[in-house]
């Protein structure tokens, strides 16, 4: 998750006295997830680690992009709407490629004074990743260019616990059974959470976006396996 990432605002035309308002500080954060079973063998690690070191559990990804803005439920329909819009989009121009994002990780890296990235997997950056990271950040209205990916890792990763410096495991203790870690994301999920340690248990999933081409039918006819 983006530590540091830019707050992005979004507006709606709906009437005040019409929004249901969300708690203070939310924010919906766009995460690449793993397919079976690399999910249930990362979300065992994740869950191991979390158990041995005393921090909180969380669902396996990748963010693309955090810290988006939202404080009623229309303004959180109306990002997940322009991002559905963007993605069918990418769909209908990619037709002849493959939907999904190959999510290889080169090393594990350890930063014990960032909490959200205590203990992380290092992912290669490839032009599909930053293709699509452009593509959310114009869906929802943010500058595609001279962004960068959170600080202090300034790298795209995906999280194997989230700690204080006190707490945060060694690299040694990242089971052997996560290598080589590789998957090919073929889904995209929008959560909505508030930012800070002692939110992460009460993360909620809000949407769900194949990246992967389907048919009128919808039979998926481009997402490999």
């Known amino acids: 998750m983006a530590s540091q990432m830019e707050t992005i605002s979004?507006?709606?035309?709906?009437?005040?006295?019409?929004q249901q308002q969300l708690p203070p500080n939310t924010r919906l954060s766009l995460w690449l997830v793993p397919p079976e079973p690399q999910r249930t063998t990362l979300q065992s690690e994740i869950d191991r680690l979390a158990k041995q070191y005393g921090g909180p559990t969380f669902p396996p990804h990748?963010?693309?992009?955090?810290?988006?803005?939202?404080?009623?439920?229309?303004e959180q329909q109306l990002v997940i709407d322009r991002l559905h819009s963007a993605i069918r989009r990418r769909q209908q121009q990619q037709q002849q490629q493959p939907g999904s994002i190959k999510c290889r990780f080169e090393s594990f890296l350890t930063f014990p004074q960032c909490w959200n990235q205590a203990?992380?997997?290092e992912m290669e950056q490839t032009p599909?990743?930053?293709e699509l990271c452009d593509l959310v950040r114009q869906a929802v209205g943010?500058?595609?260019s001279g962004w960068k990916f959170p600080s202090p890792s300034n790298v795209p990763h995906l999280?194997?616990?989230?700690?204080?410096?006190?707490?945060?495991?060694?690299?040694?203790?990242?089971?052997?059974?996560?290598?080589?870690?590789?998957?090919?994301a073929h889904k995209m999920e929008v959560y909505r959470l508030q930012t800070g340690l002692e939110?992460?248990?009460?993360?909620?999933?809000?949407?769900t976006i194949d990246l992967c081409y389907h048919d009128n039918d919808n039979s998926n006819i481009n997402c490999k396996k």
């Not at 979004?10 to 019409?18: C, D, E």
């Not at 204080?164 to 090919?184: G, M």
Request: no cysteine.
């Open 119 to 121: 203990l992380i997997a």
């Open 199 to 207: 939110y992460v248990p009460t993360w909620e999933r809000m949407a």
């Open 159 to 184: 999280s194997l616990f989230y700690g204080t410096e006190d707490s945060v495991p060694a690299i040694t203790d990242i089971s052997t059974v996560l290598l080589p870690l590789s998957f090919d």
């Open 10 to 18: 979004t507006t709606t035309t709906v009437s005040k006295h019409s």
């Open 142 to 144: 943010q500058t595609q």
């Open 128 to 130: 599909d990743l930053i």
């Open 62 to 74: 990748v963010t693309l992009m955090g810290r988006i803005e939202v404080t009623t439920l229309q």
